[in-house]
């Protein structure tokens, strides 16, 4: 069974600083890793998706890689902004397009002024 | 283009009472649709997927007869906590899955929190 693990649990970074946020999957053998921003209450939204064929992909500020060998993916965010503080989950999907989402426990982030 | 709703954002209720959640997605045809349920600091856990006019499919220890899961349409999926317990509040998600794209993409709603006193 599919393991995702997100380290470290909780980070807190002065404005401006780069930040890396790690996710580590256990099976490599996955279809896509989706990276997810969800604020306190709130649902989820997707940031970046790269599929099993892809190294990186990149959105504004946002960069995610992803390393199949070695079952992991990075996520960093550039000049990390106040406005960046919340929590980011990595999930994975196995087999193919149809397979379900196997969901990290979050990294919560905290970006002060 | 492709939100999903969920009806009520937040619930209160007395331990033994049922409580209906709906999810709804408002600019596209969904055929799947996937329950999560999280709790404080963990991630989300998938209880059951849902596919149009079908059973729900339950994930390994969730118990069908207390979450009742009903996709009568294309647009609509509702979970049922029956004889809801403290045990059961949590943050329950619901994910629509769009047919016709690329990837089959989920998207997320933005959550109901269940309270049970």
């Known amino acids: 069974k599919q393991e995702v693990t997100q380290i470290p649990a909780a980070l807190s970074v002065p404005e401006g600083e780069n930040l890396v946020l790690n996710c580590s999957f256990t099976?490599?053998?996955?279809?896509?890793l989706q990276w997810f921003r969800q604020d306190p209450g709130k649902g989820l939204t997707s940031l970046l998706l790269?599929?099993?064929?892809?190294r990186e992909q990149t959105s504004g500020r946002l960069n995610a890689s992803l390393d199949k060998s070695s079952g992991r993916s990075t996520l960093y965010i550039a000049a990390s902004q106040p406005g960046d503080s919340a929590t980011y989950l990595c999930?994975?999907?196995?087999?193919?397009?149809?397979?379900?989402?196997?969901f990290g426990a979050g990294t919560q982030v905290v970006v002060t002024p | 283009g492709a939100v999903v709703s969920q009806h009520p954002s937040w619930v209160i209720c007395k331990s033994g009472t049922s409580v209906k959640i709906e999810c709804r997605s408002l600019?596209?045809?969904?055929?799947?649709m996937f329950w999560y349920r999280q709790f404080p600091k963990q991630s989300l856990m998938l209880m059951a997927t849902?596919?149009?006019?079908?059973?729900?499919?339950?994930e390994q220890g969730v118990e069908k007869d207390k979450f009742l899961i009903n996709h009568a349409s294309l647009t609509l999926s509702t979970l049922t906590v029956t004889s809801a317990h403290p045990e059961d509040s949590s943050f329950y998600i619901c994910?629509?899955?769009?047919?016709?794209?690329?990837?089959?993409?989920?998207?997320f709603g933005p959550g109901t929190r269940l309270l049970v006193l």
């Open positions: 999930a994975s999907k196995s087999t193919d397009s149809w397979g379900k989402l196997q």
């Open positions: 099976d490599s053998a996955i279809y896509n």
């Open positions: 790269i599929q099993s064929s892809q």
């Open positions: 600019d596209f045809q969904a055929t799947t």
């Open positions: 849902s596919n149009e006019g079908s059973k729900a499919t339950y």
């Open positions: 994910s629509a899955r769009a047919l016709l794209t690329v990837g089959k993409t989920q998207y």
